[in-house]
């Protein structure tokens, strides 16, 4: 095989996540044409098609899906390796990826990207959903730091704490439970608004696909406040959805206290007064060792624990 330009595997490394010439090109700042040619050179190095056309766009063949990971690792720590020892957040050009659910991507990813388009002009964000594959995006350096609540970190990861987040009980503002001190028991027969994510009333620990880091979704458990409720609840995906349907309807809800603060009133919903009726769950960042003394990282660390 040939010397391999490694702006080739960029081109390569880009057509693997987005399976798309056009939009590849899009990210890269090239051509259509040049992003073909670019593909054309690399499989005439590697001897594979690496991909195919199908419906909806390209394909990677199984040659391409065995050296997909490799390439991206090495960009990874070619990029670390060349990276300045000092990070100017007004002067760098350079792209983060974050991996956060919709908790973080509604309390504080606005208010970072706000803050980084005032200091760092230049500095671009990518936003990715928390999946399956974070062990191993970590791992290849696909994201930089990904925003969550996480227990069974493996020992190459580092952990920060940011916050606890309490669990509170909603009701609508008109509702008759709104200014009574309650216990668990009164909220026992109150129809529910549930917040499960994927299949309806899963639990609430979901494993990666790796099994060796442990991410706990900020949702209600399936249990009622005491006992079994009259009413089979009501099954939503998020907490901005259950705040909505709280405040529209005469359900309750369990929901992180910083989205009823920020949202509540907007929509017309109330916290009820439950002494030590909700759970705590640390919300963490997340990030690979080998990222350590990176200086880029280390600032989008510190900025995000600053706007907490």
Not at 272 to 278: A, E, N
Request: aromatic share 6%; net charge neutral.
């Amino acid at each position: 095989m040939s010397e391999i330009d490694l702006n080739l595997l960029r081109v390569f490394d880009t057509l693997f996540e987005l399976g798309n010439v056009t939009k590849a090109g899009a990210r890269l700042g090239l051509t259509q044409s040049a992003v073909s040619h670019a593909l054309g050179r690399l499989r005439q190095s590697v001897g594979d098609p690496l991909f195919v056309r199908a419906p909806g766009g390209l394909q990677p063949t199984a040659r391409a899906i065995e050296i997909a990971p490799g390439v991206r690792m090495g960009l990874s720590q070619l990029r670390t390796a060349l990276s300045p020892s000092a990070f100017d957040p007004g002067t760098a050009h350079r792209r983060f990826t974050i991996a956060a659910g919709s908790y973080f991507c509604a309390l504080l990813i606005p208010r970072l990207l706000a803050h980084a388009r005032q200091v760092a002009p230049h500095v671009s964000f990518r936003v990715q959903p928390l999946g399956g594959d974070l062990l191993v995006d970590l791992d290849e350096g696909a994201v930089d730091v990904a925003l969550g609540a996480f227990t069974k970190i493996p020992k190459r990861l580092r952990v920060e704490p940011l916050f606890q987040e309490e669990l509170v009980w909603i009701a609508a503002g008109r509702n008759a439970l709104v200014g009574r001190r309650l216990t668990p028991a009164d909220l026992a027969e109150q129809p529910r608004v549930v917040i499960a994510t994927g299949k309806p009333f899963e639990a609430l620990r979901l494993l990666t696909s790796e099994g060796g880091l442990e991410r706990r979704t900020i949702i209600d458990t399936n249990d009622p406040p005491n006992g079994t409720t009259t009413e089979p609840p009501i099954s939503v995906y998020d907490a901005r959805t259950a705040l909505a349907v709280v405040g529209r309807t005469d359900c309750i809800a369990l929901v992180p206290k910083r989205f009823a603060q920020q949202d509540g009133a907007r929509l017309g919903v109330a916290i009820l007064d439950v002494p030590d009726s909700g759970d705590e769950i640390g919300l963490t960042t997340l990030w690979h060792s080998k990222f350590e003394e990176d200086a880029g990282v280390r600032w989008l660390r510190e900025t995000i624990s600053a706007l907490i």
